[in-house]
């Protein structure tokens, strides 16, 4: 039996600045406290990848790098479209952190009535929620007609990003979108792919290979970056890429493969593919808030 | 009573949409077009020739096109995408469920060549599911118009109104036969011939043919009440229960499997309603195939003759099925003869 304790949401959250490499650190780990508290809580979800990512979301929201007001989030600003919807947890997480919306709703991840649905549904009306996503292979076709509205008709210069997983490229209107992206030009558009090499039923490489993944990216019409996805300076010189395409008008999107382990930053999950659909038990999720950082008294015996 | 539309003539459904296209172009800045390579045949070409800039070329590419209609959608434009219905009702099922009607947004879709009248080109492109499947997903709209001009104005009411719209229209010539005062109204569906003695329910090319039916009908005596329903999502239930208990005998037609599409919609509501016989007029659980659109439809049963005949078994299974119900006169059993006895319908 798996004792429960005490889940506290620190009333932390953090702004939205230029920061040097090593402030993200702190930013990503309270992410991932988050992550591993709603799963617990909830008692289903995906642990591996939103774990995984949490330092591309780290520098992608609370690096100056995607533009929004957290008070407001209806405002122009903007966009970014979670193909990969299962990751929620670490979107969620994230937005919290910005202050989007209270903390505290963290602990409703997949519960009756929540807006924080167990793939992201626009329907909930969460701030910072773009669209409703969770099959797989859509939500990077939105992004590119987002992108496609404002670069070619709105022209009020907003961004826009999306993060795929790598399974998820298996899904073969993935490269549909892509080609539409360097046939509008859309330099305008940034595609993350999160590439753990996990996916539910193994390794990517041995499911179904998507590799090589940087030649497939740059046929497709990309300016493509490869970076250690847990590496602040790298993800933050290739998002500095990105903007920088775009404000010279490259003509060209940008794909950012961002390396990552599977359950980074909690030792028994990391790059384990078992652990990309399911929760920590209350036992496993007191191991992991201690490597993150926060320390859960044991239980006491009875 | 005799048949209370005049035929104007022969045109292409389809040739209704690319014009309504047009017009809604004129009308609102914010409605864009997504090609999807047969811009010619489904007649979005129209748009693309006047609005150069607010058309966009996707390629074969109709899980995606359905798809970005969602992002532009969600970036405040009126997107239409159209292909043939097989494509971009069935191939982007998954994208139309969670993209566009879970999302609640703003996309309309242009479905062409649907039914067998499509002809040559043969079974993978003549789409008789997709009603079927339409008509299950929560928030959307299904358009059924029955000439080129309903196809015209209802073309033009999807893009006025708010959320997912799917329009149904085809490829061959068909009778066209409303006027601009005939009523055409999102959600209602439009008694085109007073009658009492059974109700032709049609969508699309059936409903001339059902009209032709009543025709014939009337030679024996009998009226038939036919409705016209170009929305088959909204459902409009009233009109159905009231055909139900005041002809007490139903046909329904569609260019459709007979399975789940119109004649489902309408056995639902009955069922539940009003419970009276009903026939079903459609492809009967089978392909199309390759043949002149005429051809076709005398070889899939699409013609009046199919629903006259179907009219005379429904009314026989209501008098001989409901004890006490009124006796309307005395029905004449279906025979193949009838059909050589009493002539041809006027056109």
Redo the contacts between chains.
């Keep these: 039996m798996s004792a429960e304790f005490p889940i506290v949401f620190e009333s932390v959250t953090f702004d939205n600045r230029r920061r040097r490499p090593e402030e993200f650190a702190s930013i990503a780990q309270m992410i991932r406290r988050d992550i591993i508290k709603s799963l617990v809580v909830a008692g289903s979800g995906h642990s591996g990848g939103p774990l995984g990512s949490a330092d591309i979301f780290a520098v992608l929201y609370f690096g100056g790098y995607m533009r929004y007001n957290p008070q407001n989030w209806w405002t122009p600003r903007d966009r970014f479209v979670l193909s990969a919807g299962h990751m929620c947890p670490v979107l969620y997480a994230t937005l919290a952190n910005t202050g989007a919306f209270p903390k505290e709703e963290l602990r409703t991840l997949r519960k009756y009535n929540s807006r924080l649905q167990g793939h992201p549904?626009?329907?909930m009306g969460l701030p910072g929620i773009?669209?409703?996503?969770?099959?797989l292979?859509?939500g990077i076709?939105?992004?590119?007609?987002?992108?496609?509205?404002?670069k070619?008709?709105?022209r009020n210069g907003y961004r826009v990003f999306t993060l795929t997983g790598d399974g998820e490229l298996q899904e073969?209107?993935v490269w549909?979108?892509a080609?539409?992206a360097s046939?509008?030009k859309l330099d305008n558009f940034c595609w993350i792919i999160d590439n753990n090499d996990c996916q539910i039923d193994g390794r990517v490489h041995e499911v179904m290979s998507i590799y090589p993944l940087e030649e497939k990216c740059r046929a497709f019409g990309f300016d493509v970056l490869t970076v250690n996805g847990h590496d602040y300076g790298e993800l933050c010189a290739a998002f500095d890429h990105f903007i920088a395409n775009n404000e010279r008008g490259s003509g060209k999107p940008t794909a950012i493969i961002a390396k990552t382990l599977m359950g980074k930053g909690v030792s028994f999950m990391e790059d384990r593919y078992e652990w990309h659909g399911k929760p920590p038990t209350w036992d496993q999720a007191r191991v992991a808030l201690r490597e993150l950082g926060e320390d859960i008294p044991e239980p006491v015996a009875a | 009573m005799s048949n209370p539309f005049q035929l104007r003539g022969m045109k292409p459904t389809r040739q209704g949409f690319g014009e309504g296209l047009v017009v809604l172009g004129e009308r609102y800045d914010n409605v864009v077009v997504l090609g999807g390579d047969i811009t010619g045949s489904v007649m979005t070409s129209l748009f693309k020739e006047r609005f150069p800039d607010r058309f966009f070329s996707i390629g074969v590419a109709e899980q995606n096109a359905t798809t970005i209609a969602a992002g532009l959608a969600l970036s405040g434009k009126i997107p239409f995408f159209a292909s043939y219905g097989a494509f971009c009702a069935l191939r982007n099922a998954d994208q139309l469920r969670i993209s566009v009607c879970y999302n609640e947004v703003n996309v309309k879709i242009g479905g062409g060549h649907a039914g067998i009248s499509v002809g040559p080109d043969g079974a993978t492109h003549q789409v008789l599911e997709e009603i079927a499947y339409l008509r299950t997903l929560p928030h959307m709209t299904l358009l059924v118009p029955c000439d080129y001009l309903e196809t015209k104005k209802a073309t033009i009411a999807m893009g006025e109104m708010v959320g997912p719209a799917y329009i149904r229209f085809g490829r061959a010539a068909v009778p066209f036969f409303t006027a601009d005062d005939t009523p055409f109204e999102i959600g209602k569906a439009q008694v085109f011939r007073e009658g009492y003695d059974v109700a032709l329910i049609a969508c699309g090319a059936m409903v001339w043919e059902s009209l032709l039916a009543a025709e014939q009908l009337a030679k024996r005596g009998i009226n038939a009440r036919v409705i016209n329903v170009s929305t088959i999502k909204p459902f409009d239930v009233q009109t159905v229960v009231d055909a139900a208990r005041q002809c007490g005998a139903i046909v329904t037609a569609e260019e459709h499997q007979v399975h789940a599409g119109l004649g489902g919609a309408v056995a639902e509501v009955v069922a539940k309603n009003f419970p009276v016989p009903i026939e079903f007029v459609g492809v009967k659980d089978s392909f199309g195939g390759s043949g002149e659109p005429e051809e076709l439809m005398e070889k899939f049963g699409l013609t009046w003759k199919e629903i006259y005949a179907a009219a005379l078994v429904a009314m026989e299974r209501r008098d001989r099925g409901f004890i006490g119900y009124r006796a309307v006169k005395d029905v004449p059993r279906y025979h193949p003869e009838m059909l050589e006895a009493d002539g041809q319908p006027a056109r």
């Design positions: 549904g626009r329907d773009e669209t409703s996503t969770g099959s292979g859509q076709s939105i992004a590119v007609g987002m992108a496609i509205a404002d070619l008709l709105d073969g209107s549909e979108a080609m539409a046939n509008y």
